[in-house]
C-alpha cells in the first residue's frame, strides 16, 4: 500500500497571532507632527492670507476654471459676501496675517524646548530643514500680495477684474470715471447696459453667460479701445445681465453681444441703457 502524507495543517495559533499583530499595528496612532510642510500652521497662515486679500486667490482659480470652460459656479454669493461683509474686517485679517509671520519667523529662530524631549528628537528638531519654512512664508506672503500685483493689470483681462474685490477693485486702476468739458464741470460717463437672457437655469449658467459676454467683450476692446468695462453682472434667476463702464452706448456693439450668446444658446435681447 501506498502511504500518504497528511494534508498540511494550518495551526488556528498562528492565525489568530497574525491577526493579533495586524490588529495592533492598524491601531497605532499616526504620529501628527507640526513639523510637517502642510501642518496646521501652514492652514492657519494660508487662510488668514486668503481672507487678507478678499480671497483673491481663490477667486482667480475659479475664474480661470470658468473661463476655460472646464467648470462653472455661481461667484455672486461670494462676491456679494466679500463685498459686503470680508471687506470691512480686511485691515484686521492683514494685522493677524503678519503676526502670524513673526511668529512663524521666531519660532523657527528660536524653537520651543520641551523637557521631556530625548536626544534623537532634539538632534532632530536642530537638523530641521529651513526650506519648508521658507516655502510656508513664501506661499502666505504671495498669496496676500496677489491683488497689489495683479491690480495694475486688471485691465487686461476680465479674469483679472473679476478676481479683485472690494478696496482692490480700484486700486492701482488706470480706467478713467469722469471727463471735464471746456465749462471745467465733471461730467459723468458710467453707463450700464441692460439685456435679456432667456434658458438661464441655474447659477452655473450664469457664469458661463458672463463667461461669454466679457470674452466678446474684450475682442470689441481689441478693435475700440474708446470704452471700458468695470463689471458684467448677470441674474439667472431674472434673466438680467448688466455691463457697468465708460462709453458703453456709443461703443459696444449690442447686436454683435446678443448674437453671440444666442449661437451658444442663450437668446440675448438688448432692453435698455442708463
Known sequence: KRSLKPPHTVHTSHINSHLTHAIAASAKPIPFSLDNTMSTNTY????????????????LVLNVLGWINF?????????????????????????????????????NVFPAKSSGENDSKKKARRRRPWH?????????????ALPHLLGPHRHRHPVLRRSLLGNFATVNSKEPQ????????????????????????????????????????????????????????????????????THLTDSVDQQELATYLENDGYPTSFLYSQ
Open 132 to 144: 519648508h519654512t521658507a516655502l510656508t512664508i513664501a506661499s502666505v506672503v504671495a498669496t496676500l
Open 178 to 245: 469722469t471727463v471735464h468739458t471746456t465749462d471745467d464741470k465733471p461730467t459723468t460717463i458710467d453707463q450700464e447696459l441692460i439685456f435679456s437672457v432667456d434658458n438661464m437655469t441655474c447659477g452655473g449658467c450664469g457664469s458661463h453667460v458672463r463667461d461669454l459676454a466679457e470674452s466678446n467683450l474684450a475682442g470689441q476692446q481689441k478693435s475700440s479701445s474708446s470704452f471700458t468695462i468695470n463689471k458684467v453682472q448677470v441674474d439667472w434667476r431674472a434673466g438680467v445681465m448688466s455691463i457697468y463702464g
Open 71 to 107: 467648470l462653472h459656479i455661481d461667484l455672486v454669493l461670494i462676491e456679494n459676501f466679500t463685498e459686503s461683509t470680508l471687506s470691512r474686517w480686511q485691515l484686521h485679517f492683514q494685522t493677524a496675517t503678519a503676526g502670524w509671520l513673526i511668529f512663524t519667523l521666531l519660532g
Open 44 to 59: 492657519i497662515g494660508m487662510v488668514l492670507a486668503l481672507l487678507g486679500s478678499n480671497l483673491c486667490l481663490l477667486l
